[in-house]
């Protein structure tokens, strides 16, 4: 499968396409800022998700964290080890702390993501703020 | 520049960023959900500034999203014989009981415009309680292992806090001087009711709520800087319901960027 690059949105959720498909999950920024995560709310496989709503929940501490959807897609598989293993997202969140593989919908969509240059520039501009 | 400077310079950053503080005072569990869940989505517009609810609610149980009923001791009926019904929510946490005499403090801020962590925002909320609670002359801290407000090996505040959109809601109840009895229903957050005390219970002496509101209400202007003032409920729906119908009417539309 081709592997395209990775894309970020600013609600830091990331996109990594291979073909039709996109793997999801929060960027690494927002993994470390969140501090370990005890506890996630995947999506059901077959579920519709719409760009910039809620798909899933993280929590840790005793804070729960909605992720908007970074893109519009169809939940093809879910990262069924979070369930015993959330911590799998501070470890290795482009690996294996993905959430959950869409179908992509509109390949529009993802020109609206930053690339992780881009999204690497957008946290030090609001670092400066 | 000089930590102090940097300091200096945010809180500057912070004192424009409005505030709306509402003393709710008695409300049901169900209809302030129902009103945060409204200002989170108008805050996440920018059509209102961060709010900083109080309330005191009947008795209620609720369950986070990781709540397992198992930690309700009695059953759903016998609850509902008493007038105390089981409410699923979306913050952290597992199961909470809130009732009279139980300070509910729910801060509705925009993370991401403060340039807050959650995890600093959650370390703030605490700190606001625990500097209230030695105004009190109460020695309050936090516990390694779990969230919350606690006296020694009792919890005297619970914490659940949720965001969407990387505005917060829900928040932090404190145990002024509730019926502790009510307590033994549920295994708070898995721990056993024991574990749980009140300011009353500390102090030997009731103090009363709305000078417990005033130290919470000092404490966390202090954290969260900005221009604060207090509003009325009924000013806060107005405002609500002005622009909920705005919002619908696509007079609004949303400006829903992250940085500021």
Not at chain 1, 9 to 24: G, I, K, M
Not at chain 1, 41 to 70: C, H, M, Q, R, Y
Not at chain 1, 79 to 102: M, S
């Amino acid at each position: 499968m081709a592997k395209g690059a990775l894309k970020i949105s600013q609600d830091h959720v990331y996109v990594q396409t291979s073909d039709e498909e996109a793997q999801v999950g929060i960027s690494d920024f927002a993994a470390e800022a969140l501090g370990t995560i005890i506890y996630v709310e995947l999506p059901e496989v077959g579920d519709d998700v719409i760009k910039n709503e809620p798909f899933a929940t993280v929590e840790s501490g005793k804070a729960s964290v909605e992720l908007p959807a970074p893109i519009s897609g169809k939940v093809l598989r879910v990262n069924q080890e979070l369930e015993e293993a959330p911590d799998l997202i501070n470890q290795d969140t482009y690996g294996k702390g993905w959430i959950a593989v869409l179908a992509i919908k509109e390949t529009g969509d993802l020109a609206e993501l930053m690339s992780k240059p881009d999204y690497d520039m957008f946290l030090a501009a609001a670092e400066e703020e | 520049m000089l930590r102090a400077d940097l300091e200096a310079e945010r809180d500057e950053l912070m004192t424009d960023i409005d505030g709306w503080i509402v003393n709710l005072g008695h409300a049901r569990y169900i209809e302030v959900l129902d009103l945060q869940r409204k200002l989170v989505d108008l805050r996440q517009r920018n059509t209102v500034p961060d709010t900083l609810l109080l309330v005191e609610h009947e008795s209620v149980i609720t369950l986070g999203r990781r709540g397992s009923i198992d930690n309700i001791l009695s059953g759903a009926e016998d609850l509902a014989s008493q007038g105390i019904h089981i409410q699923r929510v979306e913050r952290g946490g597992d199961v909470t009981y809130h009732g009279p005499g139980q300070l509910v403090v729910y801060p509705i801020v925009h993370l991401t415009q403060r340039n807050l962590s959650v995890r600093g925002f959650v370390d703030l909320l605490e700190e606001a309680l625990i500097k209230a609670l030695a105004d009190f002359g109460i020695r309050a801290g936090r516990n390694p292992q779990h969230r919350g407000v606690w006296v020694s090996h009792r919890k005297v505040a619970a914490l659940g806090v949720a965001i969407r959109r990387w505005v917060s809601f829900h928040g932090i109840a404190l145990n002024v001087s509730p019926n502790m009895d009510h307590f033994c229903y549920i295994n708070p957050c898995a721990l056993r009711s024991d574990q749980v005390t009140s300011m009353s219970e500390l102090l030997g002496g009731t103090p009363g709520m709305k000078e417990v509101a005033q130290r919470v209400v000092a404490k966390f202007i202090e954290l969260f800087p900005g221009k604060w003032h207090e509003i009325s409920p009924t000013e806060l729906f107005t405002e609500v319901r002005k622009e909920n119908v705005s919002a619908r009417a696509g007079i609004n539309p949303a400006p829903t960027t992250l940085s500021k």
